[in-house]
């Protein structure tokens, strides 16, 4: 029989997870696996049931990109216990039931921002920070990386700071704003696309535009193409189908026998003017 | 001895000064009445003296001790036990636990694990009942009960109390002359064991029976003191409203004409059909529960009232002239909206087109009636909440003397209306009548119904019982005969 | 048994008419009523203070922006509460109306996408209202129901991405979003027209008296032949379609159908109606309060933003004013 | 002028006593009562049919344990709605029960951490229940603003980040949250506990009685001297209480404090108690039906999963499911 992989991303409406999902959908059918898939919409209680369902359904393997990385761990040990590995796609966690962990560096992803802003702003400024939901690990991590990078710019510094759910209006309203509040800020970091295309429209309405700098992550279609005609300045292209594709394959080796040790990375890379052509979406 | 005494007390809501300077007292013993028109602030008074609303100024005194409440429960604490006059029970709960809420009996099971004793309630509670002799049944949910029904489990809550001052405010509203002389008994008895009593009523002759002092009240200030009896019912009027009164208790129409020509409402019940013509005033009696309230709305066409509706739907029924009386206040009336809206609300559609409603019209027409029935305070814009119990049912009735009627179905109407005021709705639903109008009224006030009425049908669980033509023996024993025979 | 001294005529009689207050008594009971507009005006106040930017013309242009959009989808809930009703799904048909109003624009034009937009909204207050008013849910499961159903509707149609077609919407859409006519945008404008229209519909037609009454007391509505059942069927259907409304204009400011939008309206929402003073039991509220409402909730992000409280401290000084809002709010009703 | 026959005596007379209904009717009256657990067994039925894993032993534990949290939640719920109010902090306790115990118990031992999460739940629905009752202050808009408020505590407190400690949390409580006892987690055993300790309160003591008469009409409640005002607060408490035991459960399960756990607990546990059949005005309920509600959202997630509905479609199939089922509930009540 074909044999069955159980998923688990940390949500289903942000365009990252669609699109990995995409990724992992793709993957298997090539390599003939079948792939079911529980929702967590980034509640931590959510994705531990939706593990254990999985074991409970004897699925062959897990893919999971866990919310939190201690939270899981009673869902990757009884996983465990039931003899179906456990690999963890994008996000990370530190249980000893996690057979293998495709990954990302979120801090470096950070780091490398503040440093691109950095270079593009001259190294001096203010910068205003709208990151990701509150709580949030991957989140937190990229901002703690992006403010240690501003930090070893000594000419930039960070004016503003909030949390907010990753949706194009909240980052439409931070920056109106935010440009109310500081109208003389030279960047503004977007802790995923979404808020950067609604900062670039608050942008663009104060008639700023091409005078704020707005970076955000995740490399997603619409993203990319505001960076080809300058609404936005920066992604950070995660390319998830790829990662998607890569944790399918890593579980059918797995299962195969060939157990990988300890991490795969994937690269990430900086989309901005000067690459965007080669990462535009095809048109269709 | 107890002694309760009242000392210069005030309140006010809003622009309305309820209460003015009120000082009166009462001891154990004794039954003092407590008496005045429709707003004269009755009901704000025991409503300080038993701890729901706080006096602007002023002081109780129990036994001399000044006596600050801040809610019924302290009151009972003290003794002051309350039969308020709007009746709530707890609809969820049975008639046995509204009745004990207040001091619900418990035992340890096992010797530890607190539990209410189920069967210790039932039992105080059925010989609380049995004393005023209401046969219903303690594990009935409240929310069953008719209205008259609820009243007596009210009265049951109270008198289970252990009370040193007990307050009725308008205990016998809806009760029928067998409940009110049992209540009555239960009273004097409490009296002779030294408890103080306040007894509210606008039936006069009651205060003339049961109470040994009277205090009337207008405006909120005590305007008569009447230290024995007999309390002749021309001076409690006079010193009610300031104005002496033609007899007003006197019956206002000779019965005995049945009206020619079909009947214009006709529904067949369990047991005959009941009917009613153009100028007739039928009457409805029966005892406890007997299923007028039913019969009524069904008359009105409200689909979950069991039985085929002449008019099929409300709606039909207000169009072709039909209005109801409910017998509860509450189903009458939106406490949240303004009187004024209350008066219109089944008559919008006469009174507004698509796109506005005529406020001038509006305006007119509730001005009118306000000052036709004396709604006091006369704001229209007042919340209903905010009125006392009898100018509530007043806009009850004014609901629907603001359009044409050619039917009235009337439930109570008088409950809780004040001797001159229940004069002038009597006038009014004679009046009706004889311009060719049709009522269904049902009354637990017998002389109301005999005075009223042509022709009296009795139910009884909702069957139709017997019924008492015009003639010779149309009367009291004959009535009092068909209600109680066979129950 | 002799009789006592008869009738002591006491004090001075007062007049037929109860005695009225004085004018101060008066003059306090219109004052309690304004807490709401007191609290908003305080909230400005100490913003002003904290942050001279907060008055600035750009930053009052920018609250009633950031305010449209949750204001017309609280006049629709206004209808719903004061009906007796609650709606926890105007959220996700704010997202269905942006999304299907997106999509369809993207193939017929702007009137036919516009159009789509409110009527998917009318369509879902339909449901709602049947569920509720005919079958006789709960109003919190009913429309909690709905909420999740409708948000899952819309993922289906857009598979989780935005609505932006290969050259984005329509120019003339996306200028509606962004134009001002008299210094003010266009969604202001809209914002304004909606209220003006409902506020009208509620307090000055025999619909609006019956919405109340409906809300007030169904028995007694019942009673007086108000249809109560179409009554609160009809509220929300009002409340789909301003949902919708507001659906349509978020898209427009966002320039695109995003099937995430709409989130964490319901609450703000039903909290800015609350604020207004309106009872969740029905019944009462007056549409200018629940506008008051939104402003409170509007303003109180934005200066924060503006004052640069930290995110976390936000939330707590978010929660410390909503309860001490309602709480001056209830200073008018206590009695006993 | 002529006397018509009087009295004429019609059928046997009704004893005095009501007549009962004939067995099928009280059958039947039972029957629609039990609404809810035919749905939930409906439910299980069609997840049985369809997926073959649905009834095997690890997967019933597997609901039971997910289940457990949400029904110690809910029990306070409960409580809450039964007493005529509404808690929406809910889920933010959680997370601070959460976070606190496990901060506590890294310092101080686990007794102690346990300890401290309750008593920050108990702090917590003490704050609810005096603004809701003594300041006068809606429920919803009152506990609407704990909800954003003790959120924003929790991460001031925890700076976001989950607690674990370099260590990890206490082995004896991280074995608490993965230990069975007879086949069942130990999880399940406590929120067994707490539901039987809770159902003995409620339904069995004078403190019970109150709470349903607080919530059935509170006016009737006021004027029996029962002590509103202090049973609705207390209801309040026992909220925070068990939304405080919740998080610690949780806690152990998640093996960490997590700031944002517990979201959207609040909808669910008030969504579970209303399709156990009770009324969000209050005054009526039953907790084990509370809980009947709580298998119903378990048990359908649960099922969803197994059987491999796409997550949007699982979002529509929800939402129906949910109206189905408050619905067929609402037939026994149909009235008007
Ligand atoms: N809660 C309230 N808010 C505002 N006004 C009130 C309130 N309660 C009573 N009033 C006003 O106080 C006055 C006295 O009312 P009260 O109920 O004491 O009259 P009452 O003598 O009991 O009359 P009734 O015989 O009609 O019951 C009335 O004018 C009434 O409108
Ligand atoms: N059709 C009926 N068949 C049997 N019982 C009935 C019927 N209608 C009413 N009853 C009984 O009468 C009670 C309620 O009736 P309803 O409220 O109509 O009476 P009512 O005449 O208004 O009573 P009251 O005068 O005591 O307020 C119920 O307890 C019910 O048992
Ligand atoms: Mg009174
Ligand atoms: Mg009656």
Redesign the pocket.
């Known amino acids: 029989a074909a044999q069955t992989i159980g998923v688990s991303l940390a949500s289903d409406v942000n365009p990252f997870y669609i699109a990995m999902k995409r990724g992992i959908e793709e993957r298997a059918k090539e390599l003939g696996m079948k792939v079911v898939f529980v929702t967590a919409n980034e509640v931590i209680s959510q994705q531990v049931n939706g593990i254990q369902d999985l074991v409970a359904r004897k699925v062959d393997g897990i893919l999971a990109s866990p919310i939190d990385a201690v939270a899981v761990g009673a869902a990757y040990n009884v996983a465990a216990k039931a003899g179906i590995p456990v690999i963890s796609v994008a996000r990370h966690t530190d249980s000893p039931g996690q057979s293998a962990y495709v990954s990302m560096d979120e801090q470096q992803i950070g780091r490398d921002i503040a440093a691109w802003i950095a270079k593009h702003s001259g190294g001096k400024g203010k910068i205003a920070m709208v990151a990701g939901p509150s709580g949030a690990a991957t989140f937190r991590n990229l901002a703690e990386g992006f403010e240690a990078g501003v930090k070893s710019a000594p000419g930039l510094s960070i004016v503003y700071r909030k949390e907010v759910p990753l949706t194009r209006e909240m980052g439409l309203q931070q920056a109106e704003d935010i440009l109310v509040a500081h109208p003389d800020v030279v960047a503004i970091y977007g802790a995923n696309d979404e808020i950067a295309l609604g900062a670039s429209q608050a942008v663009a309405a104060a008639g700023k535009k091409g005078k704020v700098l707005i970076t955000g992550m995740n490399g997603t279609p619409p993203a990319v193409r505001a960076v080809k005609n300058g609404a936005v300045d920066l992604t950070v292209d995660l390319n998830p189908v790829a990662w998607g594709r890569l944790g399918v394959d890593t579980m059918a080796n797995y299962l195969k026998g060939q157990k990988p040790t300890g991490t795969v990375a994937i690269k990430h890379v900086l989309v901005d003017k000067t690459n965007v052509d080669k990462h535009l979406p095809p048109a269709k | 001895m107890t002694e309760l005494e009242v000392c210069g007390l005030s ?1 006010h ?2 622009a ?4 003015a300077d009120v000082s009166l007292s009462v001891r154990g013993g004794q039954v003092l009445a407590l008496i ?10 025991i ?1 300080v003296l038993s701890g729901i ?1 706080r006096p602007d100024r002023g002081e109780v005194r129990l036994n001399g001790q000044p006596l600050r409440l801040h809610s019924p429960a302290e009151g009972m604490a003290a003794g002051i036990v309350l039969v308020p ?1 709007d009746l709530h029970v707890v609809p969820g709960l049975s008639v046995a636990e509204n009745i004990l809420l207040g001091h619900l009996p418990t035992r340890r099971v096992a010797g530890v694990l607190p539990s209410i004793d189920r069967k210790a309630m039932r039992a105080m509670a059925q010989s609380v009942l049995q004393d005023i002799g209401v046969a219903l049944h303690p594990d009935t949910p409240a929310g069953e009960l008719s209205f008259a029904e609820r009243q007596l489990v009210v009265i049951a809550r109270a008198l289970g109390r252990e009370a040193r001052v007990l307050i009725l ?2 205990p016998t509203a809806s009760l029928e002359r067998r409940e009110v002389e049992r209540l009555f008994d239960v009273v004097r008895r409490l009296r002779a064991q030294s408890v103080a009593v306040i007894y ?1 009523s ?1 039936r006069l002759e009651e205060v003339e029976g049961l109470a040994d002092r009277c205090v009337v ?1 207008r405006d ?1 200030r005590v305007v008569a003191h009447m230290e024995a009896p007999p309390f002749p019912i021309g001076q409690l009027v006079e010193a009610m409203t300031g104005r002496v009164l033609a007899d007003p208790g006197a019956s206002p129409r000779e019965s005995g004409q049945i009206p020619a020509g079909a009947p214009r409402l006709r529904v067949a019940l369990e047991g005959g059909t009941f009917e009613c013509r153009s100028g007739e005033i039928a009457g409805i009696g029966g005892l406890l529960g007997s299923g007028a309230k039913a019969l009524l709305r069904r008359l009105f066409g409200a689909s979950d009232a069991g039985g085929a509706s002449p008019h099929g739907s409300i709606r039909h029924a207000i169009a072709a002239g039909v209005g109801l009386v409910p017998g509860e206040r509450a189903h009458s009336l939106v406490m949240s909206m303004s009187v004024r809206d209350n008066i219109v609300l089944a008559h919008l559609d006469a009174y507004a087109h698509a796109f506005a409603r005529h406020e001038g019209r509006i305006d007119e027409a509730v001005a009118r009636l306000m000052e036709l029935l004396d709604i ?2 006369r704001s229209p814009h ?2 209903v ?9 007043k806009v009850a009735f004014a609901k629907w003397l603001v359009a044409r009627r050619e039917v009235l179905l009337l439930d109570e109407p008088t409950n ?3 001797i001159a005021a229940k004069a002038l709705i009597h006038e009014r639903i004679i009046a009706f009548a004889a311009e060719g109008g049709s009522v269904v009224l049902s009354s637990s006030d017998l002389p109301e119904l005999l005075a009223l009425s042509d022709t009296i049908s009795v139910l009884r669980q909702g069957r139709l019982a017997g019924r008492m033509e015009p003639g010779a023996s149309f009367g009291e024993a004959r009535l009092r005969d068909l209600l109680e025979s066979s129950a | 048994m002799s009789r006592s001294p008869p009738l002591q005529p006491l004090a001075g009689n007062a007049a037929a008419q ?1 005695s009225v207050g004085s004018a101060p008594a008066w003059i306090r009971g219109r004052a309690v009523d304004q807490i709401p507009t007191a609290v908003l005006l305080v909230l400005c106040a100490f913003a002003a203070l904290m942050s001279d930017r907060f008055l600035s013309s750009a930053n009052l242009s920018n609250v009633l922006l950031q305010a449209a959009v949750l204001a017309v989808i609280t006049v629709g809930m206004t209808y719903v509460i004061i009906g007796g009703g609650f709606d926890l799904s105007v959220g996700s048909v704010v997202a269905l109306a942006g999304c299907i109003g997106a999509e369809v624009m993207l193939q017929a034009g702007i009137t036919a996408g516009v159009a789509a937009g409110l009527l998917a909204g009318v369509a879902v207050g339909l449901v709602n209202g049947t569920v509720v008013a005919y079958l006789g849910v709960s109003p919190f499961i009913a429309t909690l129901a709905t909420m999740v159903l409708v948000r899952g509707v819309v993922l289906l149609i857009t598979n989780g991405a935005p609505v932006v077609g290969e050259e984005g919407l329509p120019q003339g859409f996306l200028d509606y979003g962004t134009s001002r006519f008299l210094g003010l945008p266009l969604l202001v404008w809209t914002a304004a027209a909606v209220f003006v229209v409902f506020a009208w519909i509620l307090h000055r037609t025999a619909y609006g008296t019956r919405i109340y009454a409906t809300g007030g007391s169904r028995e007694a509505a019942f009673l007086s032949g108000v249809p109560v059942r179409r009554i609160s069927l009809s509220t929300y259907v009002v409340s789909g379609l301003t949902a919708g409304i507001a659906g349509v204009m978020l898209a427009s400011r966002l320039q695109s159908g995003q099937p995430t939008a709409g989130e964490f309206y319901e609450l703000n929402s039903i909290a800015a109606v609350v604020l207004g003073g309106a009872a969740l039991h029905g019944g009462e509220g007056k549409l200018y309060k629940s506008m008051v409402g939104v402003l409170i909730m509007v303003v109180l992000a934005n200066s924060l933003n503006l004052i640069g409280v930290d995110s976390y401290w936000q939330r707590v000084t978010i929660g410390l004013v909503i309860v001490a809002a309602a709480a001056a709010d209830q200073l008018r009703r206590r ?1 006993r």
Not at chain 2, 16 to 19: E, F, K, M, N, P
Not at chain 2, 36 to 45: I, R, V, W, Y
């Open positions: 309140k809501f809003g309305t000064q309820a209460l005045g028109e429709n707003g004269a602030g009755k009901s704000t008074l409503k609303h006059q405010d308008e509210i606008h009240l909120g006091r305070p007042l919340p909440a905010h009125l006392s119990g009898g100018n509530q049912q809780g209306i004040d | 109860p009695r």
